[in-house]
C-alpha cells in the first residue's frame, strides 16, 4: 500500500502552481472572460513553458498522475484553458478530445481550435468545430457549441475514462481552493466582536467541507490507479469519481460561497470566479444525476470493486 | 500510488474468511443477542483463532503477536467488522487495552495481563464515561483516595459496554482534588470486575441486552500495583487508547458487505426499485471513500505523524456512511425493516441489526461534534491569523 503520489507528479504539480501564480492566480480567469485572447496568447504560452503538453497521461500511472496534478493546479485557479481536453489530446493527429452528451456537443473553450475529436460516453467518437460563438454566458463564459463532422474510429474507452478522471482531478482543485478561501475569510472577517472562525457553526461547516474535499482527494488517487490495475472497470470507477466530485464540490462550494456572506457573490473575490467558471466541467458531458444513473448502469453491468462483490459477474 | 495490500496481507484476509465460514453460523448477528450460545461461539472463535495464532497478529512479536503491519491489521478490522465482529468484546482487549499496558505497563502487569488476552481467554471493559463526563470526560469524579499503601474508589461509570460479561475493567479515576487543570490526577487502574464494592446493571437499549451497563464503585479497594502508567498520568493513557479506538472499527466493511449480501450480483441490483438506484450508486461511492479515508489515517500512523486529525476525518465520514447506508438498506426492504431477527428478517436480521447499531456510530468514542472539532480546529490553526 502506498497512498502517496509519485515524485513525478508532486514536481510537476508544484512547476504547475508556480506557472499558473505568474499569470496571476484566479486573476487570469478575470481577465481571460475580460479578453479571451489571454488564453491563446498569455495561457498557451505558460502551458508550453511547462512542458503540459509532453506528459501523456496513457503511457503510466506515473504520468497519469502527473497530469492529474496538473489539472488539479488548473481547477485551483480556474484556468481559463481546456486543461483535461489538450492533455488528453489525439497522439495522431493532435486533435483536442472531450467527452460530450449525447444529443448537442457542448464543449468548455470549444472556440479554441478549429477541430476537435470527441466522444459520447459510450465510445461513439467523430471529428468536430465550433458552430457558434462562445455563450459568453456568467455560467459558461468559454462555452461553444460544436457541430459534428465526420465519425471517427470509436475512441478507446481509456481515452473517455482519463479525461473524465482528470476533469475529477481538475474539480478537486477547485474544491480545495474554495475550501482554502472560506477558512482565510472567516479567520479574518470579525462580527459580533469575534472572529467568524470562532463560532462554532461556521467550525462545523469548515470541517464537513475539509473532509468532503479530503475523501475526493483519496478517491481522484485511487481512481487513476484502479484504471491501470483493473481497466476493464474503468467505466464504473471514473463514474463514481465524476459522482463524487459533483456531489462534494457543489456541497463545499456552497459551503464557502455562503461563508462570504455578500462579498461571495462578487467577482473581486475568488470565490465568485471559482463557482461559476467551474460549471462548465460540473454540467458537460452531464451533472450529477445522470452519472448517478450511469453510474448504477455500469456497476450492475460490469461490476464496482469494494470488499465484497457487487454487481458484474460476481456471485 | 499502489493500494494493492500485498500478498500476505491478501492471504491473510482469505483465511479469515474461511475461518470465520467454518465456524461462525451463517446468521450470526454477534455475541450480545438474547441467545447466551451467541457468546459462547465469540469465546469459542477467540481460542481459535488464538490457536492458529490470529487473535494477536497485530501485536509485536516480543509478546507472542505476528508483528503484522498495520495493513495486516487494517485486514483484521475489516474482516471482523464486516461478520459481525466474531470476536465479541475481546476485541477491545486485544485493541487496545493490550497496546496501551504493552506501553504503559510495568513488567509484572505485562506478564499478567498479556498472556490471557493473547490466549482469547479474557474480555476487558472500558470505566471512563461518567453520568456528568461524556464528551467532557476529563471532569470525571469518579475518587480514587490514598488508603492502607492503596486507593479506594467510589463514584459512577455508565455506557460500559459488556461490563457484565467482562473480567476485568480498565477504570478512569481522578486522585486528588480536581484543579483547574482537569486533565490532572486523572489515574487508570486496571481491577478485576469482581472485586467487592462494585455493582454492575444492564441498561435497556436498542443495542440488544447486554451491551451498555452502568458500574457503581463503592469504597473500591485497588492495590499500588494496579495503576497504569503512573499516578496522574491518565489522561496519556486515554488519549492513546481513544486514538485507538478511532480508527478501530471498520463500520465501511459491514456495509459493503450488506450492500454485497442484498444486491451484490448483476440480477441483485437490476431488482432494486428504480427509486432507489441514484442512491444506491451513491452508497457504493460513499462506501469506498469512507474506506480510503480510513486508509489514510492508517498511512499517516505507518508514516509515524499524528493521526488525530485524519482519524477524525476517517470518523466522520465511516459513521456518517454507516447510518446513510443503513436507512438505504431500510428503504430496500421496506417494511419488513420492522421485522427482527425472530420474525424471519431480510438477511436473517442483519439489517435491522446494523440500522440499530449504525444510530449508535456518530456517539459511541467520541462524538462526531467532538470530530468535527478536532478537524476545524487543525485547519484553521493552518492558517495565519487563525486563534
Ligand atoms: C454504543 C456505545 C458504547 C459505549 N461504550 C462505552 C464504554 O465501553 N466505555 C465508556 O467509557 N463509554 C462508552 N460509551 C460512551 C461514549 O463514549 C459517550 O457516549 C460519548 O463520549 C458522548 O458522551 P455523552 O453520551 O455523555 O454525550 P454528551 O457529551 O452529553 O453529548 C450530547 C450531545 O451534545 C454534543 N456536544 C457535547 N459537547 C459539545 C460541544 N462542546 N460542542 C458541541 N456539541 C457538543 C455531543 O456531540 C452530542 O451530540 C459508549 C457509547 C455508546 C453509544
Known sequence: ?315 | MDYDFGERACELRARLRELISTEIPHDYLGAFTDDPEDLEVAQRFCRRLAAEGLLTWAWPEEYGGSGGSVWEQTVVREEMWAHHEPRGAQYMGLNWVGPAIMAFGREGQKERFLPPIAAGQVIWCQGFSEPDAGSDLASLTTRAEPHEGGFRITGQKIWTSYAQMAQWCVLAARVGTATTKKHEGITIFLIPVDREGITVRPIKSMLGPHHLNECFFDGVFAGPDEVLGGVGNGWNVIRRALAHERVGIARYARCDRLMSQWAGTRDGMAALPVGLRSAWARALVQVRVARLLAYRAVAEQEAGRSADVSASAARLAVTQCDQQVAELLFQAVEDRSLEGPDNDAPLEGAIEDHWRYAQAATVAAGTIEIQRMIVSRSLLAGNKGAP
Open chain 1, 1 to 315: 500500500m502506498n497512498l502517496e503520489l509519485p515524485d513525478l507528479a508532486t514536481d510537476f504539480g508544484a512547476a504547475a502552481a508556480r506557472a499558473f501564480a505568474d499569470l496571476g492566480g484566479v486573476d487570469c480567469a478575470r481577465r481571460a472572460e475580460a479578453e479571451p485572447g489571454v488564453r491563446e496568447v498569455e495561457v498557451a504560452k505558460a502551458l508550453d513553458g511547462l512542458g503540459a503538453l509532453d506528459v501523456d497521461p496513457r503511457s503510466d500511472l506515473d504520468s497519469a498522475a502527473a497530469a492529474g496534478e496538473l489539472c488539479r493546479q488548473a481547477g485551483r485557479n480556474v484556468l481559463p484553458y481546456p486543461i483535461a481536453s489538450v492533455v488528453m489530446r489525439s497522439p495522431e493527429d493532435g486533435l483536442p478530445f472531450a467527452v460530450v452528451g449525447d444529443d448537442r456537443p457542448r464543449v468548455d473553450h470549444g472556440d479554441l481550435f478549429g477541430e476537435w475529436r470527441i466522444s459520447t460516453l459510450d465510445g461513439r467518437s467523430k471529428t468536430a468545430g465550433p458552430m457558434a460563438p462562445r455563450l459568453a454566458s456568467k455560467l459558461g463564459p468559454f462555452v461553444t457549441d460544436l457541430t459534428a463532422g465526420r465519425d471517427q474510429d470509436p475512441s478507446t474507452g481509456a481515452d473517455v475514462s482519463l479525461h473524465m478522471a482528470l476533469t475529477g482531478w481538475q474539480i478537486l482543485g477547485t474544491a480545495e481552493r474554495a475550501l482554502e478561501l472560506a477558512v482565510e475569510h472567516v479567520s479574518d472577517r470579525v462580527q459580533f466582536g469575534q472572529r467568524l472562525s470562532e463560532f462554532q457553526a461556521v467550525q462545523f461547516q469548515l470541517a464537513d467541507a475539509a473532509v468532503a474535499v479530503d475523501g475526493l482527494r483519496e478517491l481522484s488517487r485511487f481512481t487513476l490507479w484502479r484504471l491501470f490495475a483493473s481497466p476493464n472497470e474503468a467505466r464504473a470507477d471514473v463514474l463514481a469519481l465524476r459522482l463524487h466530485a459533483l456531489d462534494s464540490a457543489r456541497s463545499v462550494l456552497r459551503t464557502s460561497q455562503q461563508l462570504h456572506g455578500a462579498s461571495g457573490l462578487c467577482d473581486e473575490y475568488d470565490i465568485s470566479i471559482l463557482c461559476r467558471h467551474i460549471q462548465p466541467e460540473m454540467r458537460l458531458p452531464f451533472g450529477a444525476e445522470r452519472t448517478a444513473s450511469e453510474l448504477f448502469a455500469a456497476a450492475a453491468a460490469i461490476g464496482f470493486s469494494g470488499l465484497f462483490p457487487h454487481g458484474g459477474s460476481a456471485v
